[in-house]
């Protein structure tokens, strides 16, 4: 059995982390999207809405689910027996991030990070860029999975 963490604020969920679970899911038996509370971080959405985001807009995927958690992304991993944490790459920026937090986790754990590379067309997706639409009243629909739009 394959499974996989993805971890994240989902902040809310983008069509960028929409495509990287939909490719993720062709590698895995299982992807469980990974919440983490970050009792100094201020969010624009509830826990509750960040979750509904998620379960309501994989709802026919039967083995993507979502559960949320605090403290250490390993730790997790161990407690839902995760061997995998799948990770996106946007950028040179992202890259340089993600190295040291995936060569850290080895160095704690057994758990493998696994990268796939944003598909074309979405890789200047973020959350934090559509917190900053919506705030100023723009158009984020283009950027965002049906659920999240309503
Ligand atoms: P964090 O709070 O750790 O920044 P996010 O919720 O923004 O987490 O992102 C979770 C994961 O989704 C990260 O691996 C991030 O690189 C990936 N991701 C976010 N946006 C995109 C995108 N547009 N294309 C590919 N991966 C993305």
Redesign the pocket.
């Known amino acids: 059995m394959r499974r996989a963490i ?6 809310p969920l ?4 929409h ?2 679970i939909m490719r993720g899911i062709t590698l895995f038996d299982e992807i469980i999207i990974a919440i ?1 509370k970050n009792a100094d971080k201020k969010y624009m959405f509830t826990l509750e809405q960040r979750m509904k985001f998620i379960t309501e807009t994989f709802k026919d995927q039967p083995s993507i689910s979502v559960k949320s958690y605090q403290g250490l992304t390993v730790d997790f991993c161990k407690k839902v027996n995760a061997n995998f944490i799948l ?4 950028n040179p920026g ?1 890259f340089e991030f ?1 190295k040291a937090i995936a060569h850290t986790n080895r160095k704690l754990s057994e758990i493998e990070t696994v990268f ?1 590379l ?2 074309s067309g ?6 934090s860029i559509v917190r900053d639409v919506i705030r100023n009243n723009g158009d984020y629909t283009g950027l965002v999975p049906p659920f999240v739009r309503k």
């Open positions: 993805f971890p994240g604020s989902f902040d983008t069509l960028g982390h495509d990287i983490g990770r996106g790459l946007r992202d993600e796939l944003t598909s979405k890789s200047y997706i973020s959350s």
